[in-house]
């Protein structure tokens, strides 16, 4: 077993309704290493996003519980950042302002660990920006730049916390196929240099491929659990053009989607709906309709 | 752009400025027309209703009136100086008395005299309803709680709320060398009652309804609670409070007539009643003019208000009007 660094320990999470409560999670358990790269996939509405923010500690769970770096998870902070769906910036400010809210917060007070300067501060903002490649668009406010550059200051500013773990809730769900792909190169040119941990949501077959060292494949709700999980065994850098011939590649993809339509197919759930789209790349897509 | 002789406009601009200026002016011609027609209809105790060619004239008038008024506070305090001059001249240590002009408030003094009365009443209820809407806006159960409250007090007509406040103000304001008037104050109050409302319901809903994953932010973020209020709720309820706030400032200044006729603050509400009074053969044209007049100090404040509102609007491509 690998050390653990983060520990997701049997949480099973219940939410009241009128009818009594419901029952999103059901023990769910993870451990993860340092540096590694987890997706999470599975159905809408199998809880991807619950597991997501109770490690976020935006969520309790009712059993069991978070441990990071051997400190129990109790309230959101910092140290794990989030980026959200639909990227989450406050539209008043401009790109750098934004990361610059979280730089300020995490770095900006006295009693913090490791203060910066104003100066160091302004750096590190704009060196966050570049690694996203937002250096040109850094004063323009979230309506004037497009949907990829805002999912782009998103990340730029979990990354500027310097967080333990990255949490990354279907980030580029909301871009269109080409889009996400330089966004896909982009997360990896950055896991690769900083190495962070990372948990992704996603709907994507082969982003999930391409990007993770394993794969959590989620069973549906309610009472979701972990169905499966796929290590992928894949030397990095990974290039999308050379896997896309490479036997091993094509395997995992064919044991997720096997998996999320075979084994855990949604009743009455018809494959042929989703053909309609015609700007989606040809690949498959599982239900794109609506956010877990 | 290139212009040629034969043809300033394109057909397309052409249809553009019949849209934008013809039309207008067409609806505004008939409704001249049919005033005036109809107005030939009615006799009243106090002659013809006015058509709008004896409005005219009264604004004319009331114009002519306004200038021969600063005239005269001119002439006043030449003479005033002059006096003074030559009594200085006689004896360097004279007393010198300088009297200020007590002449009659012209019609556009009165305008003005209403437009201080209603901001002061207008911000006074937005320096109260702003926070009280935030911080009711931030707890549902204290929302909950005022509600009642505020549904109940908010439409009670300015008629109602005159007297107690005109009682109070005499009872509380009490002083040998009064610097506000009491009507001034009565007045003020009342728009104040009236007009703050729309603000506090609007902020609270706004601050209230701030996107889910914004407040996320701010916890993943660990912001202090003043930080998160000033930079991430304020902001995001600003397009609702200012919608408040121009709803606020056109209800005060409706409610400022009724409350300065009654109050006798020397507005223009004021000038519809003595008007009134007096019952001259021009008092109903005057007061045509007083009704224009309202409509279009009406308009600009929420034109301003609505300037305002785009200035401070982060959100440009929301089509505000």
């Known amino acids: 077993m690998k050390n653990k660094h983060l520990n997701i320990d049997h949480i099973s999470m219940e939410f009241p309704t009128p009818d009594g409560p419901y029952v999103a999670l059901r023990d769910v358990n993870l451990d993860m290493a340092k540096g590694e790269f987890v997706s999470l996939i599975g159905h809408s509405g199998c809880g991807k996003s619950t597991v997501l923010n109770v490690v976020a500690g935006l969520y309790k769970a009712t059993i069991g519980g978070v441990v990071l770096d051997g400190k129990e998870v109790d309230e959101p902070g910092p140290e794990r950042a989030v980026v959200f769906q639909n990227h989450s910036l406050l539209p008043w400010l401009t790109a750098y302002e934004n990361v610059e809210l979280a730089v300020k917060q995490v770095f900006g007070r006295a009693k913090s660990k490791h203060t910066k300067s104003k100066a160091e501060m302004k750096e590190w903002i704009e060196h966050n920006l570049h690694l996203v490649h937002m250096d040109h668009a850094m004063h323009k406010r979230p309506d004037e730049i497009s949907g990829g550059m805002k999912q782009r200051v998103g990340i730029a500013r979990a990354l500027a916390m310097e967080p333990k773990v990255l949490l990354m809730d279907e980030p580029f769900g909301a871009l269109d196929a080409l889009t996400r792909a330089h966004m896909q190169e982009s997360l990896m040119e950055i896991h690769a240099d900083l190495g962070n941990t990372v948990i992704m949501i996603t709907h994507d077959v082969d982003e999930a491929v391409l990007l993770s060292d394993r794969i959590v494949m989620m069973t549906n709700g309610p009472a979701a659990t972990i169905g499966e999980i796929l290590e992928i065994d894949l030397p990095r850098p990974r290039d999308r053009v050379e896997l896309s011939s490479n036997a091993k590649y094509n395997h995992y993809r064919h044991e997720v989607l096997q998996f999320l339509y075979e084994r855990q197919r949604r009743p009455g759930e018809e494959l042929a709906a989703d053909e309609k789209d015609d700007d989606s790349s040809p690949e498959l897509k599982v239900v794109k309709t609506e956010a877990a | ?321």
């Open chain 2, 1 to 321: 752009m290139k212009f040629s002789k034969t043809s300033v406009f394109t057909e397309e601009q052409y249809s553009v400025f019949i849209r934008m200026y013809i039309f207008p002016l067409i609806a505004v011609a008939l409704f001249l027309g049919l005033w005036s027609i109809s107005a030939s209809q009615v006799q009243t105790s106090l002659g013809q209703l006015p058509g709008p060619t004896a409005v005219y004239e009264q604004a004319s008038n009331l114009v002519d009136e306004h200038v021969a008024a600063r005239e005269k506070e001119v002439s006043f305090y030449e003479r005033q100086e002059k006096r003074n001059a030559a009594k200085l001249e006689k004896n360097p240590d004279a007393e010198v008395k300088i009297r200020p002009y007590t002449g009659k408030a012209t019609f556009f003094d009165q305008i003005l005299t209403s437009l201080v009365t209603v901001f002061t009443g207008f911000i006074m209820a937005s320096l109260i309803a702003i926070p009280i809407g935030i911080i009711t806006g931030l707890s549902n159960d204290l929302y909950r709680s005022i509600n009642p409250i505020v549904q109940l007090l908010k439409p009670v007509s300015p008629l109602a709320w005159l007297p107690i406040v005109t009682m109070v103000v005499s009872a509380v304001y009490v002083s040998d060398d009064p610097m506000f008037d009491k009507s001034y104050l009565t007045s003020a109050f009342t728009v104040m009652l009236c007009c703050m409302w729309p603000t506090l319901i609007n902020t609270a809903v706004g601050v209230s309804t701030v996107d889910k994953d914004l407040i996320n932010v701010s916890k993943v973020l660990r912001l202090g609670w003043f930080t998160k209020v000033f930079k991430i709720i304020l902001p995001s309820a600003i397009p609702m409070i200012f919608t408040g706030l121009r709803l606020s400032l056109s209800i005060g200044w409706m409610v400022l007539i009724a409350a300065e006729m009654l109050a006798q603050n020397p507005g223009l509400g004021k000038f519809v009643w003595d008007e009134f009074q007096n019952g001259s053969s021009n008092s109903l044209g005057r007061i045509m003019v007083a009704v224009i007049a309202i409509g279009i100090v009406g308009y600009m404040l929420d034109r301003g208000m609505l300037m305002l509102q785009k200035k401070v609007s982060w959100d440009k491509s929301v089509v505000l009007r």
